[in-house]
Nanobody, 113 residues
Framework: VQLQASGGGLVQAGGSLRLSCAASGFNFRINSMDWYRQVIGKEREWVGTITSDHSTNFADSVKGRFTMSRDNIRRNLYLQMSDLKPEDTAVYYC????????WGQGTQVTVSS
């Protein structure tokens, strides 16, 4: 299993970013996928989940601002982030749970005020 996250960067408050996660080594189409984020010194925080049938669920802190999608042909997972706030600054990870947890390498998102 490999998960490769990308798309992070520096953005001003109110701006938008789209993160991508390229997946390989497992049956992407049938598995739910998640995004998490982590600030140094704090626990990793769940951001949202997309199921195999494209249903999504989000943490209250991002609900209404973030959306998730997936491309089962390209085996890519996406996190569209809008109206970004400084408190969204974190390293963002894509995640898969099979027999164990699999994590991508993380991509840094920094939101300046």
């Amino acid at each position: 299993v490999q998960l490769q996250a990308s798309g992070g960067g520096l953005v001003q408050a109110g701006g938008s970013l789209r993160l991508s996660c390229a997946a390989s080594g497992f049956n992407f189409r049938i598995n739910s996928m998640d995004w998490y984020r982590q600030v140094i010194g704090k626990e990793r925080e769940w951001v949202g989940t997309i199921t195999s049938d494209h249903s999504t669920n989000f943490a209250d802190s991002v609900k209404g601002r973030f959306t998730m999608s997936r491309d089962n042909i390209r085996r890519n997972l996406y996190l569209q982030m809008s109206d970004l706030k400084p408190e969204d600054t974190a390293v963002y990870y894509c995640h898969l749970r099979l027999n164990r947890d699999y994590w991508g390498q993380g991509t840094q998102v920094t939101v300046s005020s």
